[in-house]
């Protein structure tokens, strides 16, 4: 047998795409950090770097004849994707002034009240079924990013630009998962991918004309952390999360993603000089029994 067949069966094993998205996701935050940009305008360089990245494959991604294995994708078919990836640039868009307006941890802890929303919808709309200690799981997640971000030592006030805009955000989060489940149900990994990513950035495009954001001029360095961002977040994390969702339900793989912060601020340690406290520590653990709850909750049909 190949060694190379027993790897290509791991990697495409999709929790194991799954924990490599939470990973490459992770280093976002660090990325926007160090950009000297504003965040929209570094997530637009994401976007138009990994679409130019992908365009090199165009005639893979999307065969043109049969003898391809191609197929000729409908309107209904690809509005899927272009929706997801509409919702994804609003909710990059929301976020990002979001984190102007209010501290850090106010504005992350309300965007990452979406796994609630992708539940309530899945199972109240799309009728999936999950036992009744998933919700047991959700608690211990949100429970868990409260202690990871801090809240209990800030002051979680209400500014609609700032937590107003967090809060709308995490709607638009919400529904790039459900759409992009949806997608994968009849496209490939790539194709979805390809489409959302480049509607995401005509999306962003159209934010920065409409405020007048600067989109050159910047270092050198904030150039290349814009092409590594593409590659690692971009690329590699949002590839590996697409895929999972064409195997795991988005009401499984939403709250997953509540890890990346943990993850976020282990890479802070060596990478940005940042200690890890224990409350982040003890937060960390409460989500990480929490997913596996989730995990362990979903009813098989």
């Known amino acids: 047998m190949s060694t190379q067949q027993p790897l290509k069966r791991f990697l495409s094993n999709p929790y194991v795409t799954l924990s490599l998205g939470i990973l490459f996701l992770s280093f976002s935050p660090l990325f926007t950090h160090w950009a000297d940009a504003p965040g929209v305008v570094t997530s637009f360089y994401r976007m138009v770097i990994a679409v130019m990245v992908l365009s090199l494959f165009y005639r ?6 049969d003898s391809e294995g191609g197929s000729k994708l409908t309107w209904h078919q690809i509005m899927i994707p272009v929706l997801a990836g509409a919702f994804s640039g609003v909710d990059h868009a929301l976020w990002g002034t979001a984190l102007k307006e209010t501290s850090v941890a106010n ?4 965007n990452y ?3 609630l929303w992708v539940s309530l919808i899945a199972i109240f709309v799309l009728k999936e079924r ?11 997640v949100l429970a868990g990013s409260v202690f990871v971000l801090n809240i209990i030592d800030t002051t979680l006030s209400f500014n609609f630009r700032g937590e107003g805009f967090a809060v709308i955000s995490s709607f638009f989060y919400a529904g790039y998962f459900l759409l992009t489940q949806k997608g994968r149900t009849f496209l490939t ?9 480049f509607a ?3 999306t962003l495009g159209l934010i920065i004309l409409i405020f007048q954001l600067p989109v050159i001029g910047f270092s050198r360095t904030t150039y290349v952390i814009f092409l590594l961002s ?3 977040s971009q690329l590699l994390g949002y590839f590996s999360l697409t895929h999972s969702l064409g195997k795991i339900p988005a009401s499984i793989v ?3 993603l509540s890890l990346q912060p943990v993850i976020t601020a282990l890479l802070a340690i060596p990478f940005a000089n940042q200690a890890l406290a224990g409350h982040q520590i003890f937060g960390g653990l409460l989500m990480l029994a929490g997913i596996i709850t989730i995990n362990k909750s979903e009813i098989k049909t």
């Open 189 to 197: 990994t790539l194709q979805q991918l390809y489409i959302s990513l």
């Open 230 to 232: 593409a590659l690692f």
């Open 107 to 110: 504005a992350t802890l309300l």
């Open 254 to 256: 939403s709250p997953s």
């Open 60 to 65: 893979k991604i999307f065969p043109q004849d």
């Open 113 to 115: 009240i979406s796994p």
């Open 130 to 140: 999950y036992k009744a200690y998933y919700w047991v799981g959700m608690a211990l």
């Open 200 to 202: 995401c950035g005509v």
